[in-house]
């Protein structure tokens, strides 16, 4: 009887021990659309065995072996295209064993593996928490700089002929190279705008003539997420900062490297008081402060508010909510003066390679892959953007304000911003400070006041 | 040590159930303290392979940072007004349903619990529904009573935003207080009751005299535990509704610690926000206790 007793409570101990060790394996997080994810950090990556560099130095057409990993975040613009395009990779190279690992939340869910030195071997850097100047300050990409030089894509034309935009330096060197090229503007719906007689917007005056005549009518004309002031720091100011500038560009990348000067040039100031004459006329929706992009999305959709400052991506990411007969027209921006030129702001979603990669050899083929002009109408039909590939895709099926986007982009007149990130500290504090100054908390001084005291921080 | 004994196999039995235990709790939550204090000690991205010592400097830096001051101002400005808040609804609804009598105090004790059951994510996500200029419950209700239509941006303040998450924070706890102190209450046997009511004892009487001093020692435990999870929980509440805005006005130390550590890529400085929390919390416990330091009446 005892010895019964002893046995259960040992055995329950024992259980006890158990039961939480299972629990220690892959602990499944949330996201919905990821195929096979390797996010499970306590178990070891498979390492290859045999030799996963390649020692020829040709192009793709030798065969690749060993394992390839990519990492891709999945926003706005979908993972039609990843699937797709992995999918032929993966076709191209039978041998290879490819990895894919995608999601809403990839990004914090890889971290991790960043940390420790085990990264996979190809990232799409994309999405929130993940910065291109700070992995490159962290030492945490692959020098492109010498690859680049004469690198060509699987149809034979050299890699840097057929970008759109030209990757970011940093201090002279190349660390990532823009896939997507994307414009920030302003939207309104073609269709309300024609049935009122609205005039469509072509720069400052006409756009504050016609935000006039929509808040006579009823409808507030411009609604922007408080909660995440990049966006119209992205769509309004710093086109405006460009165009006060006399379309010089350097001021922004001389902000993006946070040098001092740079913010205390009047162009700045001007471009700020353009926002206070929008807050004083009262053409800023109230309920902007509070709420996140997809409430001002949703309130834009519904005619409640005319104009929103956003990026390209707004129509696929809104796709299952547009109501009918609604159709979006775009502008990059609408802060320069009457007969000025049209700036546009773009950002650009990059592609890597990580220093620590396994598999760098796949990961040059899969650039080369990805870079070809076919790709360009492909990405562009499959996630609603446009693609940093030059590539005519007029005949191609891509949604028409993805084209007319294109237009502008290539258009001669235009002023294109190539892909600026700034210092994380600088960057919030911009926008810590355009959210206080669209509610009136602060002047434009303070603003520049503001800015300028952490780029002295962070030059220090 | 003589094996086989029963002493011995009494401390074996013990042991194995406690040691598993001791284990995790010092692989999960004593060493993730200590990595944190010794992080706060460094300059470090969070991302990097390299890291720089700096000593003390992280907490230097908290010192002329007004932004730890705003967010320890609304920390504390939550655990004041929780505490107020809840103790006050908790008590007056566990008296309610244990004194007064009711026919579906059974009924309204399961409806007062849901809020507790609740994840804090969907509360927050609800509020801020209610919250919601345009379509939000709140300006729709008012906006009943007035002509022209309400359109307060409740979450848009310019500085008194975080008044508004005050409510839902209050009504997300009130349950699981209000269960603790309804237990406590049916703890008093009922002749001390019926012995007042004879002498002629009001309700509110009862309260005061009986019910208060007789519960105080569970109404200790409710405000420290309502003043340690503030402290560190109040994290998620302003990240979903707020975000820390508008423009850092609502930030708590745990949100601002999740900003800069994880945001900006300053780990070292956000773990030292981490130990700053610590330190608040062990303080404020060692005064609160002293404050609400009351010979237990025993009941005899």
């Known amino acids: 009887m005892m010895f019964k007793r002893h046995l259960a409570a040992l055995s329950l101990a024992a259980l006890m021990i158990v039961a939480p060790l299972a629990g220690c394996g892959s602990k499944d997080s949330s996201t919905s659309t990821k195929t096979e994810d390797a996010s499970s950090s306590t178990t070891a990556t498979t390492t290859n065995t045999d030799s996963s560099s390649n020692t020829t130095t040709d ?5 690749l072996t060993g394992d390839f990993e990519i990492q891709y975040f999945v926003g706005g613009y979908g993972d039609k295209w990843w699937k797709k395009v992995i999918a032929d990779f993966k076709a191209a190279n039978p041998d290879l064993n490819v990895k894919e690992s995608g999601g809403p939340k990839i990004n914090d869910q890889m971290k991790p593996r960043w940390v420790g030195g085990n990264p996979p071997d190809f990232v799409y850097i994309d999405g929130p928490n993940l910065n291109d100047r700070q992995m490159v300050e962290d030492g945490q990409l692959e020098d492109l700089t010498d690859w680049m030089k004469d690198a060509t894509n699987i149809d034979g034309t050299k890699i840097s002929d057929i970008l759109a935009q030209p990757p970011q330096l940093f201090d002279g060197k190349v660390y990532d190279i823009p896939l997507v090229l994307n414009s920030w503007g302003v939207f309104w719906d073609k269709a309300l705008f024609q049935e009122k007689g609205w005039e469509e917007p072509k720069d400052w005056q006409s756009f504050l003539a016609v935000s006039d005549k929509i808040k006579a009518a009823g409808v507030t004309p411009f609604i922007h997420t408080g909660k995440y002031p990049y966006y119209i720091n992205g769509a309004i100011l710093y086109p405006a900062i460009v165009s006060a500038n006399n379309n010089d560009i350097s001021i922004l990348q001389d902000m993006a490297d946070s040098k001092v000067e740079a913010f205390q040039q009047p162009a700045v100031l001007t471009a700020l008081n353009k926002i206070v004459e929008l807050r004083d006329k009262g053409f800023i929706d109230k309920a902007s402060i509070q709420i996140n992009h997809t409430d001002s999305q949703m309130l834009f959709l519904q005619h409640k508010d005319a104009f929103i400052p956003n990026g390209l ?12 007969g609604f159709s979006f027209g775009f502008i990059p921006s609408v802060t320069q003066d009457s007969g000025g030129k049209v700036v546009a702001n773009t950002s650009t979603a990059n592609v890597a390679i990580a220093k620590n990669a396994k598999n760098k050899e796949a990961a040059k083929a899969f650039l080369q892959f990805i870079f070809s002009e076919a790709q360009a109408s492909q990405w562009a039909e499959l996630s609603g953007a446009p693609s940093n590939i030059k590539g005519d895709i007029s005949s191609s099926s891509a949604p028409s304000h993805v084209k007319d986007a294109a237009r502008y982009l290539t258009d001669s007149n235009t002023v294109v ?16 400070a355009t959210d206080a100054l669209t509610i009136g908390k602060i002047t434009p001084e303070e603003w520049v006041q503001r800015v300028v005291d952490v780029a002295k921080k962070v030059k220090k | 040590m003589k094996l086989g004994t029963n002493a011995w196999q009494r401390n074996l039995f013990i042991a194995t159930f406690i040691i598993p235990t001791f284990l995790f709790f010092c692989v999960f939550t004593v060493y993730p303290v200590l990595q944190a204090m010794y992080y706060s000690l460094y300059d470090w991205s969070g991302s990097s392979d390299n890291k ?21 101002g609304n920390d504390y400005f939550l655990v004041a007004g929780k505490i107020i808040g809840i103790m006050i609804l908790a008590t007056f609804f566990a008296v309610a349903l244990t004194r007064f009598k009711f026919r579906l105090a059974n009924f309204f004790r399961s409806i007062f619990f849901i809020p507790n059951v609740i994840s804090v994510v969907v509360i927050g996500v609800l509020w801020n529904f209610i919250y ?3 379509i939000g419950f709140l300006n729709s209700f008012l906006s009943l009573f007035t002509k022209d239509k309400v359109d307060i941006t409740w979450l848009g303040f310019t500085s008194h935003t975080i008044w508004m998450l005050l409510p839902p924070a209050i009504w997300a706890g009130i349950g699981f207080y209000m269960i603790l102190l309804i237990a406590a ?3 008093i046997p009922e002749s001390y009751y019926e012995a007042s009511s004879l002498e002629g004892a009001g309700q509110w009487h009862q309260f005061r005299h009986i019910t208060l001093p007789l519960i105080w020692e569970q109404m200790k435990v409710s405000i420290l535990n309502i003043m340690m999870t503030t402290l560190n929980g109040s994290f998620v509440i302003v990240m979903i509704m707020t975000n820390g805005g508008p423009d850092n006005t609502t930030q708590v130390m745990g949100s601002y610690l999740y900003q800069m550590a994880f945001t900006q ?8 926000i981490g130990v700053l929390i610590l330190v608040l919390s062990m303080i404020t416990t060692v005064i609160l206790q002293r404050l609400m330091r009351q010979e237990t009446i025993e009941i005899s």
Do not use: C, R
């Open chain 1, 417 to 432: 911003v190539p892909s600026i990130t700034f210092n994380a500290d600088v960057d919030k504090a911009m926008q810590d």
């Open chain 2, 185 to 187: 209450i049916q703890g």
């Open chain 1, 313 to 324: 991506w707004l129509p696929n990411e809104m796709a299952k909510d547009v109501p009918g």
């Open chain 2, 52 to 72: 720089t010592f700096i000593g003390l400097d992280n907490f230097k830096e908290m010192l002329h940072d007004p932004i730890i001051w705003i967010g320890m």
């Open chain 2, 132 to 134: 919601n200029p345009q």
């Open chain 2, 265 to 272: 890529y300053h780990f070292g400085y956000g773990a030292a």
């Open chain 1, 59 to 63: 192009d793709s057409t030798k065969k």
